[in-house]
Nanobody, 115 residues
Framework: QVHLVESGGGLVQAGGSLRLSCTAS????????MAWYRQAPGKQRELVAA???????NYEDSVKGRFTISRDNAKSTVYLQMNSLKPEDTAVYYC?????????WGQGTQVTVSS
């Protein structure tokens, strides 16, 4: 059974920082690509950042230079460091991976950025 648990969300003022964590269980974590998505009210879920098992990263354009995705394979955890946060970053953030033909999502963590 694959299980993803996110943490680290909260309320922060514009310009502030947060670090999200997603801990995985039930899989060979080091082999997996991991990603962070977000969904704002009334909007579709969108990819924010992704990291391969080898550590290659990619980012959605609006977060480039502000967000950093990283992983600690020893802890089976992927992180999203979010700096210079803006009100438009407000959303529920989800961790996602795939294992074979199946995708897995965490429960989500709320990030709210006040202006």
């Amino acid at each position: 059974q694959v299980h993803l648990v996110e943490s680290g969300g909260g309320l922060v003022q514009a310009g502030g920082s947060l670090r999200l964590s997603c801990t995985a269980s039930g899989m060979l974590f080091r082999l997996l690509g991991m990603a962070w998505y977000r969904q704002a009210p009334g909007k579709q879920r969108e990819l924010v950042a992704a990291i391969t098992g080898a550590g290659t990263t990619n980012y959605e354009d609006s977060v480039k230079g502000r967000f950093t995705i990283s992983r600690d394979n020893a802890k089976s955890t992927v992180y999203l460091q979010m700096n210079s946060l803006k009100p438009e970053d407000t959303a529920v953030y989800y961790c996602r991976t795939t294992w074979g033909p199946t995708e897995y999502w965490g429960q989500g963590t709320q990030v709210t950025v006040s202006s």
